[in-house]
């Protein structure tokens, strides 16, 4: 009798310890290896001193830096990838200063090689391993030697159709064969936006995603939204082309002219951000592909909406992908 107590006893506490060790190792984000971030863009009416005081505050540590951005905290110009090294030097310092990390850079798309040579360049001295752009395909091959000799990543990101990159299959055509450093930025409110479902886009990535564009959008696209979407010039095509509310775009230099404006067609109000978990882009199955996938890497919020005051919707987000990485295996 003495025995079964004490075995009993001991099974007990075995139990007991075995429960708290379970809980001191529950699951997160990082365990994952996943950099859940922001993109400085849906911080982009502040400077980028005001956009790391924004992320700090709301907890997020890793950072997609916008190239137009003012830089504030006494540096002149914005986030332009051709700054010399010693204002390099500086905005590291600001990251710094926060305890925030510059981890990607974009969306950026040279038009010359010398400025490919020195957007690699930017981004190897700033200590980033990827940045994300799309690309002429004129410039492919270019990119993927420099990818290969700077060892940095490459991430095509899809702007909606008829952008270049819209679909997936567009990716995997223009960079069969080339190096594996060029990759992808998945935009999941884009794929919405293009009408694909975002799970089966990342299926068919698996392996080439390098960071994502974290998106939960309030409806799908409607059919006069598509349709106006579809009547803007595709690639190649010299056509001004319309700005679109929420896609991380600004309007072209010829459009902020007084009487162009005037002349444009105006887009129909298109989905919109909202918090991660409560729109349609079904984001726990996003992470749980991501997941199955093994995916290492960033993610950030690039939250196109509530400019001026997104900061609580974006910590909102944050706490959404916590609380379902709890629940994955």
Known sequence: MKYYLKFSVLLLVFAIVNNTKDAKAQNTPESFGWQVGAQAYSFRMFTLEEALNKADSIGIQY?????????????????????????????????????LAL???????????????????????????????????EFIPLVSQLADQYQVNVAFHNHPRPSRYWS???????????????????????????GLDP???????????????????????????????LSRPGPGQN???????????????????????????????GPHD??????ISNIK?????????????????????NWMTNAPEIAESVKYVREVVKTMK
């Open 63 to 99: 950072i997609q830096g916008f190239p137009g951005q003012k830089i504030g905290a006494g540096i002149e110009g914005t986030l332009d990838f051709h700054m010399p090294a010693g204002k390099r030097d500086s905005v590291l310092q600001l990251f710094k200063n926060k305890g």
């Open 103 to 137: 981890v990607s850079y974009g969306v950026v798309t040279p038009r010359t090689e010398a400025d490919w040579r020195q957007l690699f360049e930017f981004v190897k001295g700033m200590g980033m391993k990827q940045f994300a752009t799309e690309p002429e395909p």
């Open 168 to 194: 997936p299959d567009t990716l995997i055509k223009y960079t069969a064969g080339y190096s594996k450093r060029l990759g992808s930025c998945a935009d999941i409110g884009h794929f919405i936006r293009s």
């Open 199 to 229: 799970i089966e886009s990342l299926k068919k990535l698996k392996g080439r995603i390098f960071e994502l564009h974290m998106k939960d959008l309030h409806e799908k696209p409607s059919a006069e939204y598509t349709a106006f979407q």
């Open 239 to 269: 056509a001004q082309r319309p700005a679109t509310p929420g896609q991380g775009g600004a309007a072209t230099a010829a459009g902020a002219q007084g009487g162009a404006a005037a002349n444009r067609p105006q887009p129909p109000a």
């Open 274 to 279: 909202v918090p991660w978990g409560t729109g």
């Open 285 to 305: 199955a996003v992470l749980q592909e991501l997941r199955r996938q093994n995916f290492k890497g960033p993610m950030f919020a690039e939250y196109e909406y």
